[in-house]
């Protein structure tokens, strides 16, 4: 499920706030206003018929005289009983979820993206930009600050903003070159738009390159998380080695077992360097990204 997309610059509380309610931003995004559902006021076609109702029951008692005074008062009491149901009705709270984030939503329009921003190609890559951002923030070497955590929590978001602002450039153009090539084009309109739907295809390539590095980045912190969980696996094994060559000795098969055991020490320090080297890899991607 694809989470809302928001402008950085937008205070963290609101939007997060954002990000966990992408349901009720779409609706807000197909026209829906919950601050019409007031019921701590009536409506004027309410009054308006109230008050007819009113004038005409008048009019009735002025030409029907004292004998339609008990069907004039008999619509009177329901018409108020009515006015008073209606006025019972619970509002809803000022501060209600819905009002507080429809308030943000107008306020912030533009700086925010739900799912109807995007047509299909452009959320399949959207999704793909939220997958690798989330490898990389969740992973242990990001945690433990063996990568630059600062810069992450940082640029990461800056650049899922910045490609979901362009996908949603390519969506709504993209649309609009279907839209014509429905409606038939001539020969002429068909050379005009040659060199607008070769931009076209040159941006969407630069996007994806941009993804492609991203999801490049996570596959090196993906390794270097390997590397890290492997060292940590054969440091575990190294702390046992006192242990296993005492067994070793008592047991008369040194000969046979310490070369093995040997490998061991190396194999830590080859994996060390694994872990290193990894770690290298994935900062030269981060520069590359960064860049």
Known sequence: ML??????????????LMRRNGPLLSRFHRGWNPEARDGSRVPGPVLGVFALTL?????TLVAAGVGA????????????????????????????????????AVQLRGRFLVLEDFDPPSRHLLGRVQQAIDRILRSRINAMGL??????????????????RLLTKLSALRARH???????????????????????????????????????????????ERALLS????????????????????????????????????????????????IRSAHEAFRYLDG
């Not at 839209?179 to 739907?197: C, F, H, I, K, N």
Request: proline content about 6%.
């Open 178 to 224: 279907h839209d014509m090539a429905r409606s038939g084009r001539t020969p002429e309109v068909a050379a005009a738009m040659a060199p607008l739907e070769r931009a076209l295809a040159a941006s969407e390539a630069a996007v994806v390159a941009r993804v492609e590095a991203l999801e490049r980045y996570a596959d090196h912190v993906a390794e270097a």
């Open 147 to 164: 990568l630059d955590g600062v810069r992450n929590s940082v640029m990461l978001p800056a650049e899922e903003w910045e490609i979901a």
């Open 69 to 104: 005074l008990p069907l004039i008062v008999l619509a009177g009491i329901e018409l108020l009983v009515m006015a008073i149901l209606y006025l019972a009705r619970k509002p809803t709270p000022a501060d209600s979820l819905e009002r507080v984030l429809y308030r943000h």
């Open 231 to 278: 060292h940590h696996q054969i440091e575990a094994l190294r702390a046992q080695l006192p242990e296993y060559e005492q067994l070793v000795a008592e047991a008369g098969a040194g000969r046979l077992m310490a070369p093995e055991i040997g490998h061991l020490a190396q194999d830590a320090d080859q994996l060390r360097q694994a872990l290193n080297a990894s």
């Open 55 to 59: 004038v005409l029951a008048f009019v």
């Open 3 to 16: 989470r809302v997309v928001v402008d950085p610059e937008v205070p963290a509380e609101v939007a997060n």
